[in-house]
């Protein structure tokens, strides 16, 4: 099984408890959401491989170390996933960017692919698939199996908020990818919403309802 990473740190959870306020404006939400993503690309990209290159200072020459290998990509599920883009570009400002839209098919309530973008050489890349929610997990699992016939070099799945259905789900179709969340919730209610949650993210995120 995959581990789950709790990212538990102090200003990770404040900053949290800030955005689950019903009463938080757009605006808060927003900047809360990229203040928090930006620290959760940290300790998302703290085992990215290293390799190392000579380079001169101004006084001698040294090993140094560099990222290993071709730039990372990003890949946000639509559209709440945007949400967290800007903020780990402040970390990885060299991303790449993907993007992979999907909808639940009200008849067999399976999610259908409607959007795909990626960038080239992606069996080269090591991706972090990004959507604040983690509800039925039905979507996270149906985007890492897409992004499994790419055949990359890794997959790793960021959330702000899991529901244990949701890391049941994703967990049991895909045993290798590791979660990154700042909560596990309770649970989720009759319609898909993780308990106690902050409501519909990408409302809040777009300010639409
Ligand atoms: N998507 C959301 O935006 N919120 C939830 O609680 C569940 C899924």
Redo the contacts with the bound molecule.
Sequence with gaps: MSKVHLIDHPLVQHKLTLMRRKDASTNSFRRLLGELSTLMAYEVTRDMPLQDIQVETPLETMTGKVIDGKKLVLVSILR?GNGFLDGMLNVVPGARVGHIGLYRDPQTLQPVEYYFKMPSEMHERDIIVVD??L?TGNSAAAAVARLKQLEPRSIKFVCLLAAPEGIATLQGAHPDVPVYTAAVDRELNDH???LP??????DRIFGTK
Excluded at 197 to 202: C, H, I, P
């Design positions: 709440a604040p929610m509800a898909g919403y993780i949650g902050l409501g519909d993210a990408g």
